[in-house]
């Protein structure tokens, strides 16, 4: 039988990237969802969807790794997106918080590392993710 030998998983000289930041996009609205995720994608930064607060916190608990989370203040069922915002800093502190709305004027501090109010610039709203991630700015 011939003799096994083991492989180095990580050869010497093979440099390993870093994966791309991943953020949580949560709204009802299919289109907005996906508006918003790809403009994310087209900047480098993975996004993951969730329709309501009971997914998004399924998504959250099942350590997909997210490192930030874009939600919208109106949402279907018992958790609107405060709520959903107040679950995820009791239980990820310093996970950053995005929150968009078309009806709230603002989100507490507390709650929110930034806000926009709807209608708002994709662009806008992308810019304000990567400083939160603490990626350099996209000169595109």
């Known amino acids: 039988m011939p003799e096994l030998r083991t492989i180095d998983a990580a050869p010497r000289g093979l440099v ?3 994966r ?3 953020v ?3 709204d ?3 289109m907005v969802r996906f508006l918003v995720s790809e403009a994310l994608r087209e900047a480098g930064i993975e996004a993951v969807e969730a329709t309501d607060a009971n997914e998004a916190l399924a998504i959250l608990g099942s350590g997909a790794g997210i490192d930030a989370m874009v939600t919208d203040v ?7 997106g405060f709520a959903l915002a107040a679950a995820v800093r009791a239980a990820w502190p310093s996970m950053k918080v995005i929150m968009v ?6 989100a507490p501090a507390a709650l929110a590392d930034a806000f926009f ?3 708002y610039r ?3 709203l992308v810019g304000a993710t990567r400083q939160l991630l603490g990626l350099p700015d996209n000169d595109d």
């Open 16 to 18: 390993q990237t870093p």
């Open 74 to 80: 109106r949402m279907p069922g018992p958790m609107d």
């Open 24 to 26: 949580l996009v949560v």
């Open 101 to 106: 709305s078309g009806s709230a004027a603002s």
């Open 28 to 30: 009802d609205e299919v």
């Open 117 to 119: 109010a709807k209608p």
């Open 122 to 124: 994709l662009a806008s």
């Open 20 to 22: 791309p930041p991943t």
